[in-house]
């Protein structure tokens, strides 16, 4: 059997889509709420879909004038490691995306940026959260003071682009913002994809 490419699916994705029956919540967090919802799935039967509801974050790609990418090692207690990441952080309850990723930067390395380009919104864990990241770039960085919240603790450092991707080859960097925002920003110094330019900071 020959496989099917994507101009061989139906253009609209309906015949795929799960309708919610009914719901409870299981669990309230300080900003994670887990919910069982029973659905109905495209062939009339029911199941059970359990998932996390989050707020959504952003992520920023930091970049210094000599090129190197601003980034964070951090403790994950989850995956119980010090992980390699760039400065990402929690939305407030109806904040603007790009402002708390001006706030996180300044808030975690003590860089401000006087360019901001908006890069793309990905959703890292989709079978089982409501998660999204929008990722955004900040040029014309200068260095100023962190002011991290009382819990937290992580190590700033700036490395070229060749060396994060180095390191995401050889599986020392496992984040998956930190990934794709490594690869974008190799495609877009070579001239491939652009982002969305915004404002100054």
């Known amino acids: 059997m020959t496989e099917k490419s994507l101009l061989d699916l139906p253009l609209a994705a309906g015949h795929l889509h799960e309708e919610r029956i009914s719901g409870e919540d299981i669990y309230s967090g300080i900003f994670l709420n887990m919910k069982r919802d029973l659905v109905s799935l495209p062939d009339g039967k ?6 996390l509801t989050h707020p959504g ?72 959260s409501t998660e999204f990241i929008d990722i955004y770039l900040a040029e014309g960085v200068v260095a100023g003071k962190s002011h991290l919240d009382e819990e937290e603790f992580l190590d700033v450092f700036a490395a070229p682009l060749e060396d994060l ?27 491939l994809i652009q982002p969305i330019k915004l404002s100054s900071g």
């Open 46 to 51: 029911e199941a059970i879909r359990e998932y």
């Open 57 to 128: 974050a952003v992520a920023i790609v930091a970049i210094l004038d000599d090129g190197r990418v601003i980034l964070e090692r951090q403790y994950r207690y989850p995956v119980g490691m010090a992980c390699i990441e760039i400065p990402a952080g929690k939305l407030d309850s109806g904040e603007d995306p790009l402002i708390c990723a001006q706030r996180e930067l300044k808030e975690e390395t003590g860089y401000a940026a006087s360019r901001w380009s908006f890069i793309r919104r990905i959703h890292p864990v989709i079978a089982y």
């Open 165 to 191: 991707i180095r390191w995401v080859e050889e599986g020392s960097v496992t984040d998956v913002k930190t990934i794709i925002s490594a690869y974008w920003l190799d495609r877009y110094r070579r001239g």
